[in-house]
């Protein structure tokens, strides 16, 4: 425990150095994200990208679909999936912030390395195939994160020993806990791998209407098995899922774009203002407007 609180230790002392501010950073490393964030009860709401986090100090609780997921200091987040979620930070403050180092999967590298690596010895049946998996960090992997956080101090170093420690923790992981759920994932034919490549279609479509049938027929399954299996991953129906990929993007977009609520609605896909303001309150809890000028006024009290 010792060894592993003084690995996290230099960890945060790494981050905060490089994120004097809270926000969101992508770094000079393909792929990883550092976040420093204060607790406020204000949702915010994003679209999950398959990824590995590292939660080193603070706690943070995330709505992914239907389901709820309370994480922090020690823990692991695994995504495997594109997932919409809407999320805020219970604890963080100006002395001791929440922060999370995050790397975004590389699905060709993690899949080719999971037919290399020998499955460990089963512990038991999966029992559950939701695309989020949380579970206490590995002090090999939070060490290979140390590690590859150093690279950001020699930044002409980080094209040849990046690509060989992230190879590292994608090893350790599928090797540690989560490495059942990951390989779930990332091997050729698997039905969660077949899910997550709807999931990809519908994310880069997702302003094109739904036509469930045509996108089981996409990754060669029958309609009823490509239905409950996508549930089974995403705990959400395909319609549902569509629906929020439109509606989070379009709350991007009247966010930070500053479009209105009109042009935002056409921008995702639909038709009908009357729908979208419909829609967008049952998900969100309020019409557009109202909310976004709440958002905006919140993040203008926290900085």
Not at 228 to 248: M, N
Request: contains cysteine.
């Amino acid at each position: 425990m010792d060894e592993w609180k003084r690995i996290n230790d230099r960890l945060k002392e790494k981050v905060l150095r490089h994120m004097p501010e809270a926000g969101l950073r992508k770094t000079a490393i393909p792929g990883m994200f550092m976040s420093r964030r204060l607790a406020h009860d204000i949702l915010e709401s994003s679209l999950y990208r398959p990824s590995i986090g590292i939660m080193l100090q603070g706690k943070k609780k995330s709505i992914i679909g239907m389901e709820e997921y309370v994480y922090g200091e020690g823990q692991c987040l695994v995504v495997g999936v594109d997932v919409p979620s809407s999320f805020y930070v219970v604890e963080g403050t100006e002395d001791a912030p929440f922060l999370c180092v995050s790397l975004e999967v590389d699905r060709f590298m993690l899949t080719r390395l999971a037919a290399e690596v020998p499955l460990p010895a089963a512990d038991g049946a999966e029992n559950c195939l939701r695309g989020v998996s949380v579970a206490d960090v590995n002090i090999s992997v939070l060490d290979a994160f140390s590690r590859l956080v150093d690279l950001l101090d020699s930044p002409e170093q980080i094209p040849v020993l990046a690509p060989m420690i992230i190879r590292e923790i994608y090893y350790r992981m599928l090797i540690g806990e989560q490495g059942e759920f990951l390989r779930r994932f990332h091997t050729l034919g698997s039905l969660s791998m077949q899910i997550a490549q709807a999931v990809t279609w519908l994310r880069d479509n997702y302003r094109s209407p739904l036509q469930v049938e045509e996108l089981a027929r996409r990754v060669n399954m029958a309609t009823s098995t490509f239905h409950r299996h996508f549930k089974e991953v995403t705990s959400l129906s395909p319609l549902q899922f569509h629906k929020r990929l439109r509606l989070i993007e379009a709350q991007r977009l009247m966010l930070t774009e500053r479009v209105d609520a009109a042009s935002a609605g056409l921008a995702v896909g639909y038709e009908s203002p009357t729908q979208f303001n419909r829609e967008y309150k049952r998900l969100f809890g309020e019409p557009p407007h109202r909310n976004i000028t709440r958002m905006k006024s919140a993040s203008s009290g926290r900085e």
